[in-house]
C-alpha cells in the first residue's frame, strides 16, 4: 500500500519536473502562492501528543504546532495567518501532493526514501524509537520481539525499520497513535514500536504500559514540502525560523514548556 503511494507520487513527481523544465518561467512558487492567499496551511498531527494534539478546548498544540505558529509569523507578522489541518503518518505526503496543505510539520522524519520524493527543511529535533510494552511485559529490547507480534502505524519509518530486523515477528497496522495504543493495552500485541517522543506520552498518563529507555534509531524531524525549484523559497524562509528561533533559544523554551527533553 505505501509502496504504490509512494510508486504514484514518484510519477507525479517527474510529471511535474518535466512540466517545470518546459516552461520554468510561469511556475508559481508555493511561497508566492501562500502570499497571495493570505495563509500558510500546514498538515500538523492530532495523534502525537506532546508534538501535535488538540488540547481540551479543541485546538490545535504541541511542539510541532508552535513552530507552525512561528513560520506565520514570520511570513505574516504577528497575526500569524496559519490553517492547521490535521493529518496522520499515513496520509501526510498525499496531503502534500494534493496541496491541501503547503507543508507537513508532524513528527517526520527525514529518510532516504522519502527525501526521495519530498524536500526536508534543516531538522529541528532528533527522537529514536523505542519500544511501548504492558507493565508487566517481560519484553527488554527489541530482540526479546522475536516470535512475537508488534504494533505499528501506517506510513511511520518503525513500519519500514522493523520489516526484516526481528526474526519470526508479526506486524499490526493502525491508522493512528490512539488506535495502536489500545490495541496494546487490549492485548492483540507485545509491544508498540515508534518514536520515544509519542510513545512517552502514553506512559506518563497510563501506568499499565511503559516506555523502554534503549532506543535503537535516530529520527531528525523535519518540516516536509513538495519535492522541486517552486518549494525553494518557501524552504529557505523555514530554515531561517527554524536557525533564528534556535540561536535566541525560543525552540528550546518551547520544548521545555511540553515537558520535552
Ligand atoms: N518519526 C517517525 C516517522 O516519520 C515516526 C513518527 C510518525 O509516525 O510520524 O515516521
Given at each position: 500500500m505505501y509502496k504504490k503511494i509512494i510508486a504514484t507520487f514518484l510519477l507525479i513527481m517527474f510529471f511535474c519536473v518535466g512540466c517545470g523544465k518546459q516552461?520554468?518561467?510561469?511556475?508559481?512558487t508555493t511561497l508566492s502562492q501562500i502570499m497571495k492567499r493570505g495563509q500558510v496551511v500546514i498538515g500538523v498531527k492530532t495523534?502525537?501528543?506532546?508534538?501535535?494534539y488538540l488540547d481540551k478546548n479543541g485546538n490545535y498544540a504541541g511542539y510541532d504546532v508552535e513552530l507552525g505558529k512561528l513560520i506565520g509569523k514570520k511570513l505574516f507578522g504577528a497575526g500569524g495567518r496559519v490553517k492547521f489541518v490535521p493529518v496522520t503518518s499515513s496520509n501526510r505526503i498525499m496531503k502534500l501532493y494534493s496541496e491541501d496543505i503547503d507543508m507537513v510539520i508532524a513528527t517526520m522524519s527525514i529518510t532516504k526514501n522519502r527525501a526521495q520524493i519530498l524536500d526536508f527543511s534543516n531538522p529541528y529535533y532528533v527522537a529514536g524509537q523505542s519500544l511501548l510494552v504492558r507493565a508487566n511485559s517481560p519484553i527488554k529490547s527489541l530482540r526479546d520481539l522475536k516470535g512475537r507480534k508488534a504494533i505499528i502505524v501506517f506510513g511511520s519509518t518503525s513500519e519500514q525499520s522493523l520489516r526484516g530486523a526481528v526474526q519470526n515477528l508479526g506486524i499490526i497496522g493502525y491508522r493512528t497513535y490512539g488506535e495502536a495504543y489500545r490495541a496494546l493495552k487490549q492485548g492483540k500485541a507485545d509491544a508498540v514500536v515508534s518514536d520515544d517522543t509519542i510513545l512517552v506520552g502514553y506512559a506518563l498518563k497510563d501506568r499499565s504500559v511503559k516506555l523502554l529507555p534503549k532506543r535503537f534509531s535516530k529520527e531528525p524531524y523535519a518540516v516536509a514540502f513538495?519535492?522541486?525549484?517552486?518549494s525553494e523559497g518557501l524552504i529557505h524562509a523555514v530554515n531561517t525560523v527554524i536557525s533564528e528561533e534556535t540561536r535566541n533559544g525560543n525552540l528550546r523554551k518551547i520544548l521545555k514548556s511540553y515537558g520535552i527533553k
Open positions: 516552461d520554468e518561467e510561469s511556475v508559481e495523534d502525537a501528543y506532546p508534538f501535535g513538495r519535492k522541486g525549484p517552486e
